[in-house]
């Protein structure tokens, strides 16, 4: 029966990414909750260790998008475009225990960026089957039914606790006995549903190691690129302005762009040169707790900021996966084509002193 639906949460899943406009694969919710605890499926968190700690999928591992692109103090990515030369990376992932015939679904909170990173990580090291939860875990704990009683009994707790203490202010001690017996009730339920919840605090566990394997052959570079490939676009926009066929697309704050806040050991704050500004908040659906905006609002920023899809277009953040990414996953929704996150970003730019910036 758990096969069937697996199976029927895998139909709608490609049903769900079909709306889109390309390849990329989203799961939403309502299709995603179906596979928690299915052997064949392992959760990923995008999001860092304490994140993850405070809140989690049950049974998933913590893989932080900032730390999954591996660089030198001084930025150099040794085997680049890739986030980690192959052997690395294959170490990692067995080191997390997961296996080469898994679906991988990333997810983070809801927002996108971590989740995305996740995505393009695994994608890039040829994975088959990679997804990603459309509303990460919050969108897992708005529909966990045992979630919705657990949240209901709280409240009726917290009112409890407050109904005694006013009875305890008025001295009225018969009331404040009854209500703190009907709290100790309450609470005494809420503990026993605590372990059905799907999503959890609480340290990751220790995983027993995979023989999982990164085949060169299947490595895939389509969608990332390195400082060079970037710098022959930057060259070309700058000496042909808007008619160029280029776009490098600075998803970060301000803060950072203008080069006020540095981030990790860059030695340069600033921008890259002829970078046009699109801020990843501009994509996530931050109302509807959604990783990415409908199709038709996220075209609107795109239209705004003069992005083709005839362009071959770059997108980066301090390390690539993660706001990077999320911009360049919202491309691909929207069937662009020639899109490519910069994996090391600022983090390489930045410490390359033969490279321009600006301020």
Known sequence: MKRLISAAAIVATVATSALFASEMKLIEPEEAIKLIGDKKVVFVSGDDGDAYQNNHIVGSVEMFAHHLHHSDLMGNMHCQPLYRC??????YIRSKGIKN?????????FRGPNATGVYSFFESYGHKDVRLLNGGF???????????VYDELKTEAKELKKKAKAAKKD?????EKKFK?????VKAKMAALEPKLLIQPGAEPEHEHSDYVVDEKNVDKTYVA???????????????GDQSNFVVIDSRGMEEIIGEKKMDNVARGGHIPGAKFIEWKNITDMENKK?????EAMQKVFDKAGVKKDQTIYAYCMVGAGRGSHIISALRLLGYKNVKVFTGSWDTWGNDMNLPIRR
């Open 138 to 148: 919050d969108g897992i704990k708005a529909i966990d039914p045992n979630q919705k």
């Open 171 to 175: 001295g009225n001690k018969e009331d």
């Open 226 to 240: 390195d400082k060079f490939e970037v710098k022959k676009a930057v060259d070309d926009i700058l000496a042909k």
């Open 101 to 109: 015939d898994q679906m991988i679904i990333a997810y983070d909170n």
């Open 291 to 295: 990783s990415f905006k409908s199709l």
């Open 181 to 185: 017996a009907e709290e100790k009730e």
């Open 86 to 91: 192959p052997d690395e990376a294959q170490e």
